[in-house]
C-alpha cells in the first residue's frame, strides 16, 4: 500500500512517471518499495509471473519478455550483469539460507518448505527495478487518465456497493471515504489491474538478487508471516513486481503494520474482503496522520508578479499568510480555517493551476511518494463527493521534454553553476530550484518550470 518507500516506489514501472511528471523528487511506490503502488502504471512493466532462467532467451511467442541479461542502468555493482547471474545460480541456496530467520518469526518448518517448494529467480524484475523510462506524459495528461468518466462512476458504484463498509471504516477512523474509495481506483482500477505476479516468489528473487536485498529480505519474510498465520492463501498474493498485493496494493511490511480484521472473521483479508480492504486502508492513512474532517488542499490563483520562490515545500505557511501573498481560491469560495499550514505547489509553474497543500496531501504522499499521484487521489476524491474539475486550465500546448532533453537541461544548468546535483534526466526539488535561480537570473518569472522555452534559453546563453 502506500509505504512502499514510503520507501523505494510500484509508483517502476511508472510510478516514476508521477514523480517525473511534477518534477517530484519521490519515485513511485513500486520502484521503491513500501505500500500502494500504482498498478495502473506498474502493470505497464511488470511482466508475468514465470521465472526466466539466468541467461536472457527469445520470447516465446505471447509469452512474457525475458530477462534482458544487460547490466542495471544504476550502474550499482550488485546489478551488473555478471553479478545478476552469479546471484541467480545461487538462489536456491540464498532461499534456504533465510529459514532460521523464518523460525524466529515463528513460521513453522513445514509452512516454509511449503511456500518456498518451487521458487525460482524472476530475472525480468532486475530490468523493471532499473528501468529508467522515457517520461512522456505531462501532468495533466497523468490526471486526464486517472480521473476519467468511467473510473468516477464505477467508485460511485464502489461506495454505493459497500457503503456500510465505508461508514464503519469512516467511524472507526476518521478517514474520508472518499479518499480511500479514490486510492482503490487509482491503484488497481478498482480490483481489475492488480499485478499477476506471484509475491512469495518476487520477493525471494530480490531478496537474493540485486541492489535491494536487506530490504526486500523483510519483504520476503514477512510475506511468509501472512501466509503462515492464514490470514491470505498464497494464490491471493499476487502483484506487482515489486511485491504489492490487492486493491489498493499492500507491501507485505505495510500490511503487517496497518491491515485489520474488521469483520472479526479471524483473517486480515485485503484481497478479497471489502470490509478489511477498507478498513486497513483507512487504518494506513489514520496511523499517517490523517486529519478528519479536513481537505487535501485547495486550488489557488496566483496574482500577478507572484514570487515562485515561495513554491516549495519546505515553505510552509498558515492559510493568512498565503493569503497576505496575494492567493485566493480558484472556486471564489473563502477558506474554511486560516490558521491551517500550507504549502505551494505548481506544477506547471505560471501557465496553470497552483494549489496549497494541507496535512493530508502530505499523508497521501506517504502512501505514494509523487506529487503527481497525491495529486491525482485528493482530485479524485473531490470529483467523487461530487466536486468540479479544476477551474484553471493547463497548458496544453506545452511540449514535454524527452529525457535526453531533460538530462541536457540538467547539465547546461550544471555548467552555469545553478545545479549541484549529477545530471540523469529525472527531475527532483533540486533541479526545480536550479531551474527556478536560472530564470531569475534572467528577469523571468522564476516558476521552475522545465519547458522548452527554457530549455532553449540555456541553449542560447
Same mark, same amino acid.
Given at each position: ?43 505497464? /512493466? ?8 539466468? #541467461? ?35 538462489? #536456491? ?27 525460482? +529467480? ?12 522515457? &517520461? ?29 463498509? /465505508? ?18 481506483? !487509482?491503484?488497481?482500477?478498482?480490483? *481489475? ?9 518476487? *520477493? ?15 519483504? &520476503? ?26 486493491? *489498493? ?11 485489520? %480484521? ?13 470490509? %478489511?480492504?477498507?478498513?486497513? *486502508? ?20 496566483? +496574482? ?6 515561495? @513554491? %516549495? ?5 498558515? !492559510? ?59 482530485? =479524485?476524491? $473531490? ?6 474539475? &479544476?477551474?484553471? +486550465? ?23 553553476? &545553478?545545479?549541484?546535483?549529477? +545530471? $540523469?534526466?529525472? =527531475? ?5 530550484? @536550479?531551474?527556478?535561480?536560472? #530564470? ?6 522564476? $516558476?521552475? =518550470?522545465?519547458?522548452? %522555452? ?8
Amino acid at each position: 500500500m502506500g509505504v512502499m518507500e514510503r520507501a523505494m516506489n510500484n509508483r517502476a514501472a511508472a510510478i516514476i512517471i508521477a514523480a517525473a511528471l511534477l518534477c517530484s523528487s519521490g519515485q513511485s511506490q513500486a520502484q521503491s518499495p513500501g505500500n500502494g503502488v500504482s498498478n495502473f502504471f506498474g502493470n505497464i /512493466f511488470s511482466g508475468p509471473k514465470s521465472g526466466p532462467t539466468a #541467461q536472457a532467451a527469445p520470447n516465446p511467442e505471447g509469452g512474457p519478455p525475458p530477462w534482458s541479461g544487460e547490466d542495471g542502468a544504476s550502474g550499482h555493482p550488485l546489478m551488473t550483469a555478471a553479478a545478476i547471474r552469479q546471484a541467480a545460480a545461487n538462489f #536456491q541456496n540464498c532461499v534456504a539460507s533465510m529459514w532460521p530467520d523464518a523460525a524466529r518469526r515463528n513460521i513453522t518448518q513445514q509452512n516454509f518448505e511449503r511456500f518456498t517448494a518451487g521458487l525460482e +529467480p524472476d530475472l525480468r524484475i532486475m530490468d523493471l527495478m532499473d528501468s529508467q523510462p522515457e &517520461f512522456t506524459k505531462a501532468i495533466w495528461d497523468y490526471l486526464d487518465i486517472l480521473v476519467n468518466d468511467n473510473r468516477l462512476a464505477k467508485g460511485r458504484e464502489i461506495l454505493a456497493t459497500y457503503k456500510p463498509q /465505508f461508514d464503519a471504516a469512516e467511524k472507526a477512523s476518521g478517514v474520508d471515504r472518499y479518499a480511500i474509495a479514490s486510492i482503490w481506483g !487509482i491503484e488497481s482500477n478498482y480490483s *481489475t489491474q492488480m499485478g499477476d505476479r506471484n509475491v512469495v516468489n518476487s *520477493t525471494a528473487t530480490l531478496a537474493c538478487i540485486g541492489r535491494r536485498q536487506a530490504y526486500f529480505k523483510d519483504e &520476503f519474510l514477512t510475506a511468509l508471516e501472512i501466509l503462515n498465520r492464514g490470514d491470505l492463501r498464497p494464490e491471493q498474493m499476487r502483484g506487482s513486481w515489486a511485491g504489492a498485493f490487492g486493491p *489498493t496494493q499492500f507491501m507485505p511490511t505495510a500490511f503487517k503494520r496497518y491491515a485489520v %480484521d474488521a469483520d472479526g472473521d479471524g483473517r486480515r483479508d485485503v484481497v478479497d474482503n471489502a470490509a %478489511d480492504l477498507i478498513a486497513s *486502508t483507512a487504518n494506513n492513512l489514520k496511523k499517517d496522520g490523517w486529519q478528519t474532517g479536513r481537505s487535501w488542499g485547495y486550488e489557488v490563483v496566483l +496574482p500577478e508578479g507572484f514570487n515562485f520562490m515561495l @513554491a %516549495d515545500k519546505s515553505k510552509a505557511m498558515t !492559510i493568512a499568510q498565503w493569503q497576505s501573498q496575494g492567493l485566493k481560491r480558484a472556486d471564489g469560495k473563502p477558506f474554511p480555517d486560516s490558521t491551517e499550514k500550507a504549502y505551494l505547489l505548481a506544477p506547471a509553474g505560471t501557465q496553470g493551476p497552483g494549489f496549497l497543500m494541507l496535512q493530508n496531501f502530505r499523508v497521501i504522499m506517504k502512501y505514494n511518494p509523487a506529487e503527481a499521484y497525491a495529486l491525482a487521489i485528493g482530485h =479524485f476524491a $473531490d470529483r467523487l463527493r461530487g466536486g468540479p474539475a &479544476f477551474v484553471q +486550465p493547463w497548458p496544453r500546448q506545452e511540449r514535454v521534454l524527452s529525457r535526453a532533453e531533460r538530462l541536457e537541461l540538467q547539465q547546461l544548468l550544471a555548467q552555469r553553476g &545553478f545545479y549541484r546535483g549529477t +545530471p $540523469d534526466g529525472q =527531475f527532483g526539488g533540486q533541479t526545480r530550484e @536550479a531551474l527556478r535561480n536560472f #530564470q531569475a537570473s534572467i528577469g523571468a518569472p522564476a $516558476d521552475g =518550470f522545465a519547458s522548452s %522555452d527554457v530549455l532553449e534559453r540555456l541553449r542560447g546563453r
